[in-house]
């Protein structure tokens, strides 16, 4: 067993804990995102951003779409074969169950969730089926205005007009859904006192103290010892002082970081080989 990772008292303990005792005990950190997830999901940002900001940029356009596209099949198998949160398995939820957890966030008593809770964990599946379908979608109408990408010139003609709309149309509303996506990570941050944000970063998770037992069955608890000293102030400012700050600060951060890397893609543009 990893000397930092031991069956950690707060939860099981904080049960009979009571009063000061119980304010004394620092939250549980868990292990959820596995490197997979995290480098695939911030690639997908990066990917994302170059994408949208510079749509009428060729081949890069191109590019950047077929990328995103084997990140998300990449993600899909992974959703089988990968870490107990990446499953399907961790957050399949029905729309009932997403609005039910949506009411009962509103009033101040959702239960947790270790993986993607039910609203974040439909926003994953829609993020995902757009993004996909827009990807072909994408290489239909590559093929049908330029005779270009991996479909050559298989695609009719006559589709163009309607591939131009469809494609612009899906495209837009799938960054639609990426604002939503942002704010509901911030939302949810303060809807539940947890900064999900930087857990897609380090991939650990502060669980609030109130969360039940069983969220976490089959998942790796870890002491503080795995937050480096010099971090440790930080750190919990934003993972249990000021959770929706902390995350909007760092949305904003990423915001400004994929946009000036949009910018530098492309200058490489032009020696981007046309295919
Ligand atoms: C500033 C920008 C973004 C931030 C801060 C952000 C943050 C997050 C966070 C915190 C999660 C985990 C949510 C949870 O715990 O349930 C997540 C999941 C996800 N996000 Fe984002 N996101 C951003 C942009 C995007 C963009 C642009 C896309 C797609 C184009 C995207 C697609 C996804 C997907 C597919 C997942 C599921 C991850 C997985 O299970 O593999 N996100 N995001
Ligand atoms: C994977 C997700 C993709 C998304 C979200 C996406 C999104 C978009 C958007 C929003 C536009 C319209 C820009 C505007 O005029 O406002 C656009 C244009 C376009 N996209 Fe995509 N795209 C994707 C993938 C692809 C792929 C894989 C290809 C080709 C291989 C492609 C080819 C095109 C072409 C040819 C245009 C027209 C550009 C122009 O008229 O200047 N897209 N895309």
Redesign the pocket.
């Known amino acids: 067993m990893n000397p930092n990772e031991k069956k950690y008292a707060p939860l099981g303990g904080l049960d009979v804990l009571e009063g000061e005792e119980r304010r004394h005990q620092p939250e549980p950190i868990i292990r959820v995102w596995d490197i997979v997830v995290r480098s695939g999901h911030w690639l997908l940002v990066a990917l ?1 951003a170059i ?2 900001f510079k ?5 890069l ?6 990328a ?2 084997g990140i ?1 099949v990449f993600r899909i198998v992974w959703g089988f074969v990968g870490g107990r949160a990446a499953r399907f398995s961790s957050f399949l939820y029905s729309p009932a169950a997403a609005f039910r957890y949506f009411l009962q966030a509103l009033g101040g008593h959702a239960p947790y969730h270790a993986s993607h809770n039910p609203m974040g964990a439909w926003m994953v599946y829609l993020l995902i089926l ?3 379908a ?10 049908t ?2 005779q ?4 050559g010139d298989m695609v009719p003609v006559e589709w163009d007009e309607m591939l ?1 709309n469809v ?2 149309v ?3 509303a ?2 639609a859904l990426v604002l939503v996506h942002m704010l509901g990570v911030v939302w949810a941050a303060h809807a539940h006192r947890e900064n999900y944000v930087t857990a897609m970063f380090t991939g650990f998770k502060r669980v609030p103290r109130d969360a039940e037992r069983s969220a976490l069955d089959g998942y790796s608890i870890h002491s503080d010892e795995v937050v480096a000293r010099p971090l440790a102030a930080t750190e919990r400012w934003f993972n249990t002082r000021r959770p929706a700050i902390g995350s909007l600060l760092i949305v904003l951060a990423v915001v400004a970081a994929v946009f000036a890397l949009s910018q530098v893609a492309i200058l490489f543009n032009d020696d981007l080989p046309v295919f």
């Not at 827009?134 to 093929?143: A, C, D, K």
Request: hydrophobic share 50%; net charge neutral.
């Open positions: 994302f994408l949208y749509s009428g940029k060729f081949p356009h191109a590019y950047a779409g077929l995103i596209m998300v757009l993004l996909l827009n990807g072909v979608l994408g290489m239909m109408y590559y093929s205005s330029q270009l990408g991996p479909l131009e494609h612009f899906v495209g837009h799938t960054a």
